[in-house]
Nanobody
Framework: VQLQASGGGLVQPGGSLNLSCTASVRTSEFYAVGWLRQAPGKEREGVGCVSTVGGRSYYSNSALDRFTVSVDNAKNTVYLQMNSLKLEDTAVYYC??????????????WGQGTLVTVSS
């Protein structure tokens, strides 16, 4: 499984970014797709995920109401729309696939990340 995230960059507080991630496998064959992040000096954490069946979703407290995970199974591409970005959202973001979980611990497979820097 290879996952390549892109779309990161420098953005001002309050701004928006849309990350994308292309998978080398069929995303429709996994139970959940989502995103993780790791801020400098902190452990990697789950940001949000959606199940490919059943409509289940999960967002961390910090992502709820600001971030949206979506997937285009025809393109095997996962997206993370991030709005109202804050300084504390600065991190490397990784997309992830999971055969079993959509929750804070999801991330059976994850790949190369993309750096998001929120700064004025």
């Amino acid at each position: 499984v290879q996952l390549q995230a892109s779309g990161g960059g420098l953005v001002q507080p309050g701004g928006s970014l849309n990350l994308s991630c292309t998978a080398s496998v069929r995303t429709s064959e996994f139970y959940a797709v989502g995103w993780l992040r790791q801020a400098p000096g902190k452990e990697r954490e789950g940001v949000g995920c959606v199940s490919t069946v059943g409509g289940r979703s999960y967002y961390s407290n910090s992502a709820l109401d600001r971030f949206t995970v979506s997937v285009d199974n025809a393109k095997n591409t996962v997206y993370l729309q991030m709005n109202s970005l804050k300084l504390e959202d600065t991190a490397v973001y990784y997309c992830a696939l999971d055969n079993y979980l959509c929750g804070p611990s999801m991330g059976e497979y994850w790949g190369q990340g993309t750096l998001v820097t929120v700064s004025s």
